[in-house]
């Protein structure tokens, strides 16, 4: 049996909490003689800050890079509003995706027909929804340089980040999003503001390229993002698989996530290249939703975007695809047996804790596991 090292880093908030509802599952996948799991942890976040100083330390980026994937929980909060720039929670979130060249970021909305109601959409808007949003994670105005505040020396200011990009950011994101296509519904809507910005147009350019020469079989679409945006709340089941830049890819990404019912619900991978010899590709999961710090501490956070990044890590990093399939499968169990956590509540539903979910989910995957 192989032994997958699993570097947890569950940050702040409702990080640990969620995260602490992962470790069962990888347990019990052990036990029951599916896979190995050598796990470590480290801190991220203002914890790390807490710590040491910094967002992330040196010692535990060492860890990231020897594991085989990295589980993050969230960073951030409001305690650490004051902290200076470079070394604020969300600097260690950055720092991984940058040095670990994760490039890709992964975030499926999966709409369960059991929370159906809970979206703020009608039922059926949402109900058998399956989208993948491909979100460029490590270019754009998250990183393009110059970045900083001005002092125009006559009581102005000025603000100043760098939207930039190169072809082949742009190339090597949307092979991602072509390939998955081909293995999903083989349709990608590339999204940028081409009417409007520079980067744009390069984007529209690059990618109806890439179309031509390497993926001419997959249906290309563009739209312009921000008509995307309204697209994805009229009729969100016209998309398969969304691409676009760091920016645009973040906003999206949360009203993606509101029509499946709650941001709690949904996972996300971020996956570097894959590796030249034919080895793993670096990679990370983490939830879409952050720290929550309004719900911090309380038990009322939902542990199933955490629990189904674990199992996108089963499928993605370890090859576990029946392992990653009974987890997603015990999440669903779960949900269809009316058991919610409060943020997907409905009437005639149950209500659970974190910890109570995490407990159902994991009894329900112990049953499937035979
Ligand atoms: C996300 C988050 C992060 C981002 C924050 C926490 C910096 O919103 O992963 O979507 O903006 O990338
Ligand atoms: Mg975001």
Redesign the pocket.
């Known amino acids: 049996m192989t032994t997958h090292k699993l570097l947890m880093l569950p940050g702040d908030g409702i990080g640990p909490e969620v995260m602490e509802q992962v470790r069962p599952l990888a347990t019990l996948l052990g036990q029951a003689g599916v896979a190995r799991f050598e796990v470590e942890t480290g801190l991220v976040g203002g914890c790390a800050y807490d710590a040491c100083g910094r967002a992330i330390s040196d010692a535990d980026m060492a860890l990231a890079q020897a594991a085989d994937a990295v589980l993050l929980g969230a960073?951030?909060g409001p305690r650490w509003d004051g902290v200076p720039y470079d070394v604020r929670p969300?600097a260690g979130?950055f720092r991984l995706r940058k040095e670990l060249q994760l490039f890709a970021n992964l975030r499926p909305a999966v709409c369960y027909p059991a929370l159906a109601d809970a979206s703020s959409l009608k039922r059926e808007l949402v109900d058998g929804l399956d989208l993948m949003l491909v979100r460029e994670l490590t270019g754009g105005i998250y990183f393009g340089e110059p970045k900083e505040i001005l002092d125009l020396g006559n009581g102005q200011r000025r603000g100043i980040d760098t939207q930039v990009y190169d072809t082949h950011e742009i190339e090597r994101v949307g092979r991602v999003a072509f390939e998955l296509a081909r293995q999903r519904g083989n349709k990608v809507t590339s999204a940028e503001k081409r009417n409007v910005m520079k980067s744009g147009v390069l984007w529209n350019e690059v990618i109806t390229a890439l179309h031509r020469n390497e993926y001419p079989d997959v249906h290309l679409e563009h739209q312009l993002a921000d008509s995307l945006g309204m697209q994805l709340v009229r009729a969100p089941k016209q998309f398969d698989v969304i691409l676009t830049d760091n920016l645009f890819g973040?906003l999206l990404?949360d009203v993606a996530a509101m029509l499946t019912g709650s941001i709690g619900m949904l996972p996300s991978a971020s996956l570097g290249a894959a590796d030249a010899a034919g080895g793993g590709r670096r990679a990370l999961y983490e939830p879409?939703h952050?720290s929550a710090p309004d719900i911090a501490g309380k038990a009322l956070a939902n542990p199933i975007a955490m629990i189904n990044s674990f199992a996108m890590c089963l499928r993605t990093s370890f090859g576990l695809v029946d392992a990653a399939g009974l987890v997603e499968q015990a999440v669903a169990n779960v949900l269809a047996a009316g058991l919610r956590t409060d943020d997907i509540r409905t009437p005639g539903t149950r209500t659970l804790s974190t910890g109570g979910m995490g407990r159902a989910i994991h009894d329900e995957l112990a049953r499937l596991l035979g």
Request: aromatic share 0%.
């Open positions: 960073v951030g969300e979130l973040d990404s879409v952050g």
